[in-house]
């Protein structure tokens, strides 16, 4: 039985708060995409967000997003009053400016937490939650004191994380670590209502769980022994990928490299707890960068005069290197089971990555986008258990893609051949600029697999101008959204 879906972040929804959330614009979609006969929403992480506003460079692997928080929830909450409600208000449009965004919900979120306090035990909740919220709250707060979340700069003593030093923190800080935690405990309160409603529509809520953290996040600061990092914190080995047909000198993401022997040590813990915390909220779980979880490209750093390890400028200076895939994967089956993860399978897929995919039974990922470069696809074939997806968030929109294909390019070439053979079932014509979208939705669907996921753009036909995320480029993405009224 196949099932759509859409694909659209929660930053992108039309509000009248810069940004969207998980309020009644969520809430909305969900029912549009139930009215439209969807069954599954794809979101991107909901983590607070790091440098250059990307879900996937987040300050925390844990931490919720406070300025996806809905004013109009607070209100109707009592967290905050009307004329709050009506000065955070900000002009409509199809852009997410950050910086106006994170300003006037500072003062929301200021008034709300305060009301928050008064009402809840908030050292209760930090308790209760310690294991992700105290480092979390501890690193927030000398990220404040230093301006900077570089932790490797910072003095020796708070360069490591210990219930000595947030307790230290505390008393020192105490209004604003409180502020913090009673932020999440109100972005978690909204979450979960979220869910309880998407549940009640009968829609399938699908979330993405990056493979690395961000080197300046809470976990690679509370938990350097988790990650390939010499005694003074700086890493030996960063994360990348090879050069392949797009990127001569491959990729270099400078995340850290995990040490996974440690990880397995101790029972993959600080997997297990993500993945839980995201179950929580989610039906199914996107593994990010599957390939990593088998074998990952691991980058040598160089090194200056004084021994000190340094960024290189690309991630040709390389290596392949074993994860550790079965130990991994088969505690995540036994405890949350395989049924609720799905593989980004994408890049350099060898034998060994797919036995791992296929024998603890995850659906892996088709991006239609990529089916035309090679040969005219057989796309009635596909497997029945992959997911088929017209594009991705870090993938032109379908327009812009049409658009940037070469007159004497094989995937024209390939495109325009099959429409010709299937001219009367999908394409009706030739492919052409205004009605691409509309032709690769009909190729999805006529697809062999169970499941196609469209962008939101591209139910539209939107060109580049809306386009997520340039990969390779860190500022200047993340900020699409609908405009108000937009569908």
């Known amino acids: 039985m196949r099932n759509t879906g859409i694909l659209l972040h929660i930053s992108s929804l039309p509000t009248k708060f810069g940004i969207g959330d998980f309020g009644p614009s969520a809430l909305a979609f969900a029912k549009y995409l139930i009215s439209k006969g969807h069954k599954i929403w794809q979101i991107l992480p909901i983590n607070h967000c790091g440098y250059g506003n990307s879900p996937y460079n987040p300050l925390s692997a844990f931490a919720f997003n406070p300025y996806l928080i809905s004013p ?6 009592g967290l905050i009053n009307q004329q709050s409600l009506q000065e955070a ?6 852009t997410v400016y950050y910086e106006l965004v994170y300003k006037t919900k500072d003062v929301l979120l200021t008034q709300a937490s305060a009301n928050w306090l008064i009402q809840n035990d908030v050292q209760a909740y930090i308790e209760q939650n310690s294991y992700q919220l105290k480092p979390y709250l501890a690193f927030m707060a000398l990220y404040k004191i230093y301006g900077d979340s570089a932790w490797f700069n910072w003095q020796p003593e708070h360069r490591h994380f210990s219930e000595k030093l947030f307790y230290n923190l505390e008393k020192q800080f105490r209004p604003y670590i409180n502020h913090q935690a009673a932020c999440q405990a109100i972005a978690n309160e909204q979450v979960n209502l979220l869910k309880s409603q998407l549940k009640l529509l009968g829609l399938t809520l699908v979330g993405d769980m990056p493979l690395y953290l961000s080197y300046e996040s809470a976990e690679v600061w509370a938990h350097p022994e988790y990650f390939d990092l010499d005694v003074n914190g700086q890493r030996l080995h960063l994360a990348g990928v090879p050069p392949d047909a797009f990127s001569s000198n491959g990729q270099m993401w400078g995340n850290p490299i995990y040490n996974w022997s440690a990880m ?16 929580s909220y989610l039906d199914i779980l996107r593994l990010d960068h599957f ?4 074998n990952y490209w691991q980058v040598n750093s160089d090194f200056a005069a004084d021994g000190t390890p340094v960024i290189p400028k690309d991630a ?17 089956c036994e405890q949350f089971g395989s049924e609720h993860f799905l593989a ?4 350099i897929l060898n034998e060994k990555v797919c036995n ?9 990922m088709i991006i239609l986008q990529f089916c035309f470069e090679e040969s005219v696809p057989k796309v009635r074939d596909y497997p029945a258990d992959r997911w088929l997806y017209t594009g991705t968030h870090d993938n032109s929109t379908l327009k812009g893609w049409f658009k940037s294909l070469a007159s004497d390019s094989s995937s024209l070439r390939n495109l325009q051949a099959y429409c010709h053979y299937n001219r009367l079932r999908d394409c009706h014509g030739l492919p052409a600029e205004d ?8 190729i999805a669907l006529d697809s062999g697999c169970e499941k196609v996921i469209i962008p939101f753009q591209d139910i539209y036909g939107l060109d580049d101008s809306a386009r997520m995320n340039i990969p390779g480029t860190a500022l200047g993405n993340w900020q699409w959204r609908i405009s108000e009224d937009f569908y």
């Open 72 to 77: 109009e929830l607070l209100y109707q909450q």
């Open 435 to 442: 009605k691409i979208h509309l032709i690769m939705q009909n």
């Open 291 to 294: 390939i990593g979880y088998v």
């Open 264 to 279: 397995q040590a101790d029972g993959f813990q600080l997997f297990t707890k993500r993945i839980g915390q995201a179950l």
């Open 316 to 332: 040709l200076n390389g290596s392949w290197v074993d994860a550790s895939p079965h130990e991994f994967f088969s505690i995540i």
């Open 89 to 94: 208000m900000l002009p409509s449009g199809d």
């Open 344 to 347: 980004e399978d994408l890049g």
């Open 356 to 364: 791992i995919r296929d024998s603890f039974g995850f659906p892996g």
